[in-house]
Nanobody, 124 residues
Framework: QVHLVESGGGLVQAGGSLRLSCAAS??????TAWFRQTPGKERQFVAG????????RYDDSVKGRFTISRDSAENTVYLQMNSLKAEDTAVYYC???????????????????WGQGTQVTVSS
């Protein structure tokens, strides 16, 4: 059982950057991912990373702009968001998949552990 806490959200102008952090209560070997959700839409996969950090996966909407990374020593996963757009506005959640070390999956229902979310608002 692991607790995840997101931080780093806020208000930023379009074209700007934010870095989200997801701190875990303990070290895990789990695949970790970021999802986002806006009103009226299902929770959407954004980016994921294997426990080792050796494999990453991104939704097409953020490729080239967002970077997911892991600091295993600090039990923290980051999402560096650059060139932010208004459509990136959402609540961002980090999640961990206890069933996988090597395969990053994009379906929210597969993930076992979730943070409370952090709001990202991009103004234009």
């Amino acid at each position: 059982q692991v607790h995840l806490v997101e931080s780093g959200g806020g208000l930023v102008q379009a074209g700007g950057s934010l870095r989200l952090s997801c701190a875990a209560s303990q070290r895990t070997l789990y695949v970790t991912a970021w999802f986002r959700q806006t009103p009226g839409k299902e929770r959407q996969f954004v980016a994921g990373i294997t426990w080792s950090g050796g494999t990453t996966r991104y939704d097409d909407s953020v490729k080239g702009r967002f970077t997911i990374s892991r600091d295993s020593a600090e039990n923290t996963v980051y999402l560096q968001m650059n060139s932010l757009k208004a459509e990136d506005t959402a609540v961002y959640y980090c999640a961990a998949d206890s069933s996988s070390r090597m395969l990053v999956r994009t379906t929210a229902g597969i993930y076992d552990y979730w943070g409370q979310g952090t709001q990202v608002t991009v103004s234009s």
